[in-house]
């Protein structure tokens, strides 16, 4: 018996190296090779070796004060034409506004803009005081004048404040009730607001214009006015050229976040690390 198992052990190994080359040559071509693989992929349209990443967006904040632009003849509707501006290129302002300057027909320019994305903070009830020295009393009048004057035409609470000159103290900036919003970038507009004749107008423009694009990056807070011409056509310039460079406009809250605004706090241009989102 044991004879016999021997005498068959080769005849099995035989029939196993068999098996093993009859079976080897499929196993191979079952295994990819690099070839194979890169021929694979060069049919697909999505490699992601040759993806571009999509490019973040530059977002600034257009901010205009001072008005509304409350006579339609002498102001020529500048509330509406910014706001059309903007709307060619989905973008908003945010505007900080004058109490008494808000009646049943600038009114209804506030609600035109707030109807179409842009936001309305306070500035002032008179432009005539300084918030950091002014008698206590004036300064809450001031605020709580303004701000009902405000809600009554745009629908929405008011959430921004900036004080003319940016002048407050610390304390009266938390007493405010409101985030403090300044700027990092200005037009200086109010200087070149003149237009005795029209090459100089044009001239003033121009500087107005390239005072903001000589300087400007993402996440600026632009301060600019709203009731002026120059600063108006000044502002078209603008708004076609850094479209054309990859901008957004948005407004201060968007710049910013909501989430971020803090009562008494004072705000100057989005922070590099809140820009890329
Ligand atoms: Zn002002």
Redesign the pocket.
Known sequence: MRHLLLKYIPLVLLFVLVVFLLISPNTEENIPTSADVRTDTSDTTTEPSETEPPTPKKRVALTF??GPAYDSNSFQRLTYKLVDKLAEYDGAATF?L?GNRINSVTGEAIRYASEHGCEIGI??YT?DYNFSACDYGIFTSELKDTEAAIEKYSGKEVTLFRP??GAITDSRAVDSGYPIILWNLDSEDWRYKSRSNGTEAQKNIEIIADNILSKVEDGDIILM?EIYQNSYEAACIVIDTLSAQGYEFVTVSELLGEENLKIGKTYYNAPQNQIAD
């Open positions: 004060d001072d900080f004058v500035h002032a432009h003319p000159y006015h």
